[in-house]
């Protein structure tokens, strides 16, 4: 397991944009499949983005187009951007790692073992 640690969360008016940034710990960070779900009031977390180490990257439906995931593995860090943000973007966003490097689905939070504490994300109509 590694140490994450979630930031970039905010109150933005529908149609605006953020970047959520995952900043982890250990040393091995390039090796990680690196992903973000999310979860609002009352609903199950769902995927979101997910970026292996190959910088192969995978979106849920409801997002592809308008956000990106992309990682910096010099810093640690992966990232979110977000843009056109719609109200129903809101949730708590979380990042997560895969550092065991057995990875049977990107989007099933089952295949990680390491979580941010998770930042919020409002988005206003």
């Known amino acids: 397991q590694v140490q994450l640690v979630d930031s970039g969360g905010g109150l933005v008016q529908a149609e605006g944009s953020l970047r959520l940034s995952c900043a982890a710990s250990?040393?091995?960070?390039?090796?990680?499949?690196m992903a973000w779900f999310r979860q609002a009031p009352g609903k199950e977390r769902e995927f979101v983005a997910g970026i292996r180490l190959t910088s192969i990257t995978r979106y849920a439906d409801s997002v592809k187009g308008r956000f990106t995931i992309s990682r910096d593995n010099a810093k640690n860090t992966v990232y979110l951007q977000m843009n056109s943000l719609k109200p129903e973007d809101t949730a708590v966003y979380y990042c997560a790692a895969n550092t065991q490097g057995i990875l049977s689905n990107i989007r099933d939070l089952r295949d990680y073992d390491s979580w941010g504490q998770g930042t919020q994300v409002t988005v206003s109509s």
């Open positions: 250990g040393h091995t960070f390039s090796t990680y499949t």
